[in-house]
């Protein structure tokens, strides 16, 4: 998802019809703000969250949400869907309309899950070049050994997509239960690799995506705002 960025001149014109001579010389007389500052500044870049008044008037207003759901298993990572209900009809804030998925997960998978309206915020999260880590805890139909933790982190060859996968860090917590880090987010990507070594995944669950950890205040279905500091990071 792109993030709308404008010079301000050209915004006003757009949104106001008025031609840009005329647009700079309101510049030119303080009557245009920008996030409640006088902008004289033709070249300013504005973006779909500044707040923008011109003489007078807001011309745009939007803010920027940022949230974190638990993900349950049966709900579909999707804006819409027929069959499953999704995780927009989970939320109830008036702007859920307008957010987009951070990273989907599975239909059978649970945990954490990102939404935003801010294009550039996703993009720069789910960027390959940014290696922004997720955590999943897995639980295995049959016993793991050590032999997966080599096999993960030395890759694995993708055929349908002629990839082969970036190191992936396994941890055992037990016999049925690893944890399993992943730089990189492939189609299905926990259960191909499990799959190689005829290992069906009975359970799959996102911990954390970078430094922003499920909340375990919410229950299943449940979402909050991120804090600014988790936004930040
Ligand atoms: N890997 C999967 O196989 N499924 C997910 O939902 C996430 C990672």
């Given at each position: 998802m792109e993030s709308k960025r404008a010079r301000l001149d050209r915004f006003i014109s757009a949104k106001t019809n008025i031609n840009r001579k005329h647009v700079r010389l309101l510049l030119a007389q303080g009557l245009v703000e920008v996030d409640g500052q006088v902008a004289r500044d033709i070249d300013q870049i504005i973006d779909e969250f500044s707040h923008i008044c011109c003489e007078g008037k807001v011309l745009q207003a939007n803010t920027a949400s940022y949230v974190m759901l638990h993900k349950p298993v049966?709900?579909?990572?999707?804006?819409?869907?027929?069959k499953h209900k999704t995780v927009i009809d989970l939320l109830s804030r008036a702007d859920k309309q307008q957010l987009h998925i951070v990273g989907r997960l599975d239909l059978n998978t649970s945990g954490l899950l990102l939404l935003t309206n801010d294009g550039r915020w996703s993009k720069r999260l789910m960027s390959?070049?940014?290696k922004v880590a997720k955590l999943y805890r897995v639980t295995l139909k049959n016993p793991i050994d050590a032999s997966y933790i080599k096999a993960f982190f030395d890759g694995m060859y993708f055929e349908f997509e002629d990839i082969t996968t970036a190191p992936v860090k396994l941890e055992i917590v037990d016999s049925h239960t690893a944890l399993v880090t992943l730089m990189e987010g492939r189609y299905h990507q926990i259960k191909r690799m499990f799959g190689r070594f005829r290992n069906p995944v009975i359970g799959l669950h996102r911990i954390s995506v970078g430094t922003i950890v499920l909340d375990?205040?919410?229950?299943?279905g449940q979402s909050r705002d991120l804090t600014a500091i988790e936004i930040a990071s």
């Open positions: 049966g709900v579909v990572s999707a804006t819409i869907d027929d390959p070049e940014h375990p205040q919410l229950a299943l």
